[in-house]
């Protein structure tokens, strides 16, 4: 049982492309977060959110608490973006993470 | 201000075994969490600690045991390796279980 479905699982994009990421899960939150994973392995923190919408330079993410979903969004995308995006959630009954498997995204020049 | 950093970056074993991975942390946060990544799975939550002194649990614990004795440091113990614990290990910080984790770069390790 994954409590926290990834799609699409690959992407590949021209340079400049608009692109969605979905994000499902089945569990309470307290949090939703988004990270990238880059080809050399490390992972840094997108965003986190519990409501609504942030933006962060071309990336946007929004959630949906009563659907149980979230979105990634990259705007104008570009080479440098190629990563995997990972969605995962923090479970309100505490101390608790479920992570998707990832989505691998590739953005051709 | 290095963040989060792991030691060490790689390491060969053989079935058997024992080893100690180290995290520690430079922005005297209070949880801190150890996970695996294999392919074709998300990371799982081995152990987790939220505060020092303390440990839990998490989703895949066998095997694994950790100890807490200084806030910035978070130890992970392999008693006696076996082939099923190759893996990538991250370590990850955070203030609180609801805020954004920061991770460390990775420990890529590999049981023959």
């Known amino acids: 049982k994954n409590e926290v479905e990834q799609s699409p699982q690959n992407l590949t994009a021209q340079e400049g492309e608009f692109i969605t990421i979905n994000c499902s899960y089945s569990v309470g939150i307290s949090a939703l977060h988004w990270l990238q994973q880059h080809p050399g392995g490390g992972i840094v923190s997108l965003f986190m959110l519990s409501s609504g919408k942030k933006k962060h330079g071309r990336l946007i993410a929004t959630i949906n608490i009563q659907e149980k979903h979230s979105s990634l969004h990259i705007t104008a995308s570009h080479p440098r973006d190629s990563a995997v995006y990972i969605c995962?959630?923090?479970?309100?009954?505490?101390?608790?993470?479920?992570f998707g498997t990832g989505t691998s995204l590739t953005v051709i020049p | 201000n290095a963040g989060v950093t792991q030691t060490p970056k790689f390491r060969v074993l053989k079935t058997g075994q024992s080893m100690t991975l180290l995290c520690a942390q430079d922005?005297?946060?209070?949880?801190m969490y150890w996970y695996r990544q294999d392919p074709g799975m998300g990371l799982r939550l081995i152990h987790y600690s939220v505060g020092e002194g303390t440990t839990a649990k998490g989703e895949v614990p066998d095997g694994y045991n950790v100890s807490r004795l200084k806030k910035q440091n978070f130890l992970l113990g392999l008693e006696s390796a076996a082939p099923s614990q190759t893996s990538v290990y991250f370590c990850a910080s955070s203030w609180t279980d609801y805020y954004e984790q920061y991770f460390g770069p990775g420990t890529r390790l590999t049981v023959t």
């Open positions: 922005m005297n946060h209070e949880y």
């Open positions: 995962a959630v923090s479970s309100n009954t505490g101390n608790q993470f479920y």
